[in-house]
């Protein structure tokens, strides 16, 4: 029965792999990847880890690329190396996300505070406006029952009184109180009265015209005046004609004579 051979130590594990650097060709591969490395890192700021890390985590595949027989052991450690990385980029995202969110929940307490003051401040304005509402129903219904006072005072009969006739008690003109209750002397001055409206009646015939009349008396005239002025026009046309038939009368002598 054949003895179990025990596991490689880590001192023997990778005993059978070649150095990195076998000939020329590697020489000039490890020195243009050091020149990459280091015109990269001569492009960038200094304290940009991400570009940093962007750098030589290519300049890590070209060599993998270029060492054949490394390329497993490498690759792994390249991926231990990415995975680790991943989980520390994760941890920074999540801590910054679990720092927003403890600032959100530190805010909300003033953030609520603002509501219930913002609260509190429409509740006083909406009690001020009911007040005033209400102030404003009492006024328009205090406005529509006088109003409406109004009209029933305006639709009942107005009582109108009727005015007695006064009596006369004045003295008339020109005669004493006595003479004023003598019938006899009431009968003269009353055709002295009479007499004078007749006067007047007659001199407003014969001096005054009415309006009317007046008008009338206008249009007369006026056709009178139209009626004088065609007159004297055919006169002057007849008085022309006639000397012009004179004329011709005395030169029909002349011719015959």
Request: positive net charge; proline residues 4%; charged residues 35%.
């Amino acid at each position: 029965m054949s003895r179990s051979s025990s596991p490689p130590s880590p001192s023997n594990r990778y005993s059978v792999l070649p150095p990195v650097v076998k000939n020329e060709v590697d020489r000039v591969f490890l020195r243009e990847l050091q020149q990459y490395i280091d015109g990269e890192m001569s492009q960038i700021d200094s304290s940009d880890i991400k570009q940093r890390y962007v750098i030589h985590n290519t300049a890590f595949s070209k060599l993998i690329d270029h060492v054949h027989a490394y390329k497993p052991l490498l690759t792994r450690i390249k991926k231990e190396y990415e995975d680790v990385i991943n989980k520390i980029e994760r941890g920074k995202s999540e801590a910054g996300y679990l720092n927003d969110q403890i600032q959100t929940m530190a805010q909300e307490p003033s953030t609520l505070r603002n509501y219930r003051r913002r609260h509190d401040e429409l509740a006083r304005r909406i009690e001020v406006i009911k007040a005033d509402n209400q102030r404003l129903r009492e006024e328009l219904k205090e406005y529509s029952n006088a109003k409406q006072a109004a009209l029933l005072a305006s639709e009942q009969p107005i009582k109108v009184q009727k005015k007695q006739p006064k009596k006369d008690s004045r003295v008339i003109p020109g005669l004493t109180l006595q003479e004023s209750t003598d019938m006899s002397t009431l009968q003269r001055e009353l055709q002295k009265v009479e007499a004078t409206i007749k006067e007047l009646s007659e001199s407003k015939k014969s001096k005054f015209v009415d309006r009317d009349h007046k008008e009338e008396l206008k249009d007369k005239l006026m056709k009178k005046v139209t009626e004088r002025d065609l007159l004297l026009q055919r006169n002057t046309w007849l008085i022309a004609k006639q000397k012009r038939l004179k004329v011709a009368h005395d030169a029909a002598m002349n011719l015959c004579g």
